[in-house]
């Protein structure tokens, strides 16, 4: 707007409703009927978003995940204490931890996960008690043009009664009550890492590479290249395969990706169950790196690298 990171409202011309008045902000999020915010460095502001009175500041600036939200509160560590902030009051508990806290956090159910590297911690977390710990480096570990690694933690999820882990080479299914290995399926010359659960199956991709897996068994039920539905006239055959620049969005049984060939920007859409391509529509006007879509009523959004929101209205 004027050079700072300003939280604004538009109504649905696109004209501003709302504008914040404190500047360099970097995270926000809609929590019932108030907006929290992140000044870097400084606070954390909550307004209510109907007549933007303030509710609470905290001289603590608290950067909100999703991920280790169980409302009304936000779970997180902060060197070495663990803390649970109360969104709606704005009141914070801190716990101290008997070592040096590290890695990523996210809330499943009762616990919480922290995961660094090859290892996986998980803890109550309502005493923040530890309730196991995993090592996967050796489990996951692989070899490849680069020479050997380690099995590193890339993502954990829910599934049932279990964790389903992202690490190294492999998808994994952890029982949630003491870390037991149920299944390991790994995958050969590629290194998942973001998994898309709906119902029963986990879909992944990387690159042009799609496969889908069974999250109750661990069996791969497709393993595809994804292809562009186009001949684009090159002398090169890669040329025809598509690649999913980054992370794929689920939308009415389709995956939606962006793709760029030759300086072009393509939106790609998958169809979940086979992994065909079926639609690849040109994107004029976009030159650099797009993030994956957003869906919301008969509209998407793209965000490209140079903060420009592309808006389009569903035909």
């Not at 025809?240 to 939106?267: C, I, K, P, W």
Request: hydrophobic share 35%; glycine share 6%.
């Amino acid at each position: 707007m004027d050079g700072n990171l300003r939280l604004a409202e538009f109504d649905n011309d696109f004209e501003i409703k709302w504008l914040s008045q404190d500047d360099r902000i970097n995270n926000f999020i809609i929590f019932e009927d108030d907006i929290i915010y992140t000044v870097y460095r400084t606070k954390t502001v909550s307004l209510n978003l109907t007549d933007f009175t303030i509710n609470y500041e905290v001289r603590e600036p608290i950067t909100i995940f999703k991920s280790s939200l169980d409302k009304p509160f936000y779970y997180d560590y902060d060197r070495d204490s663990f803390f649970k902030f109360d969104l709606k009051k704005g009141k914070m508990l801190r716990v101290s931890s008997n070592k040096k806290l590290n890695g990523l956090i996210k809330i499943i159910g009762d616990c919480q996960i922290h995961y660094q590297s090859g290892s996986i911690n998980l803890y109550n977390k309502t005493d923040f008690s530890l309730l196991w710990q995993k090592n996967l480096s050796e489990i996951a570990s692989y070899t490849n043009w680069d020479g050997e690694h380690k099995g590193e933690v890339n993502n954990v999820y829910s599934y049932k009664d279990k964790i389903i882990v992202v690490a190294g080479d492999s998808i994994l299914a952890l029982e949630m009550n003491n870390g037991k290995i149920q299944w390991q399926t790994t995958y050969n010359d590629f290194q998942p890492y973001t998994l898309h659960i709906v119902k029963n199956i986990g879909y992944l991709c990387r690159g042009a590479y799609y496969s889908l897996i069974d999250l109750d068994t661990g069996e791969k039920l497709l393993e595809v290249m994804l292809l562009r539905p186009f001949d684009l006239n090159s002398k090169h055959k890669s040329a025809n395969v598509a690649m999913v620049r980054s992370d794929m969005t689920y939308h009415e049984g389709y995956f939606y990706f962006t793709d760029t060939h030759e300086g072009q920007s393509y939106l790609g859409k998958i169809e979940s169950q086979t992994g065909v391509v079926e639609g690849y529509q040109i994107l004029e006007g976009i030159n650099s790196n797009i993030h994956p879509p957003k869906f919301h009523d008969d509209k998407m959004f793209l965000l490209d690298s140079e903060s420009n929101l592309h808006i389009y209205k569903k035909d």
